[in-house]
């Protein structure tokens, strides 16, 4: 089983509707979590951390089971500029572990 | 966030040479820095963990002989790709991450490096 899964994708949205990405991890030490966007040919970047309380920011939220060791990236009212692969990145000590990355593709 | 400089950003080489990838923290200290490889379509794949000071931490099936990594300092890690072969083309990024942990990792701008 690999350490981080993410639905495969990928997911074509139409402008406005919401979408969401769901992600497992495997190792129950993981102690913090994010969500990372990655655009095609160029570096990832952070898009938000995940917090055990849940966290939003702006149309974007993102949840976190650590019971369930279940993350989720909600995006609301998507945007064209939305389309991109969303990364679901584990880390435990210092090890960052990247799940391989669900895209989007949000249409006109 | 904090910014990571990674030099160069695209470069094309002859088989059977060596290339050296930089990659700096311009504004923190990065204890650790992280080198990936990321193939057309697919995930970033980690090949190697540098601390400063020490030698890398390799992944398993990445050739240490080949991908020669040195974190001599707090801000700068090198990656040296030697005798260079066509499928050693791909994408390479890496990031680092101030001393804490728990804390998010910040990314190069990545090579895309082409063996001819």
């Known amino acids: 089983r690999k350490e981080v899964e993410q639905d495969p994708g990928p997911f074509n949205v139409p402008e406005g509707a919401t979408v969401a990405f769901n992600c497992t991890y495997s190792?129950?030490?993981?102690?913090?979590f994010f969500w990372y966007r990655q655009d095609c040919r160029k570096e990832p970047k952070l898009l938000m951390s995940?917090?055990?309380s849940g966290n939003e920011d702006g149309r974007f939220t993102a949840q976190l089971n650590r019971a369930s060791q279940y993350i989720s990236l909600l995006i609301r009212d998507s945007k064209l500029s939305d389309s991109a692969t969303y990364l679901c990145?584990?880390?435990?000590?210092?090890?960052?572990?990247f799940g391989p990355g669900t895209r989007l593709s949000v249409l006109p | 966030g904090a910014v990571v400089s990674q030099h160069p950003s695209r470069v094309i080489c002859k088989s059977g040479t060596s290339v050296k990838i930089e990659c700096r923290s311009l504004?923190?200290?990065?204890?650790?820095m992280f080198w990936y490889r990321q193939f057309p379509k697919q995930s970033l794949m980690l090949m190697a963990t540098?601390?400063?000071?020490?030698?890398?931490?390799?992944e398993q099936g990445v050739e240490k002989d080949k991908f020669l990594i040195n974190h001599a300092s707090l801000t700068l890690s090198t990656l040296t790709v030697t005798s260079a072969h066509p499928e050693d083309s791909s994408f390479y990024i890496c990031?680092?991450?101030?001393?804490?942990?728990?804390?998010?990792?910040?990314f190069g701008q990545g090579t895309r490096l082409t063996v001819v």
């Open positions: 990145v584990v880390n435990y000590g210092q090890n960052f572990v």
């Open positions: 995940v917090y055990s």
């Open positions: 504004d923190f200290q990065a204890t650790t």
């Open positions: 990031s680092a991450r101030v001393r804490a942990e728990n804390t998010e990792a910040f």
């Open positions: 190792n129950s030490a993981s102690q913090s």
């Open positions: 540098s601390n400063e000071g020490s030698k890398a931490t390799y």
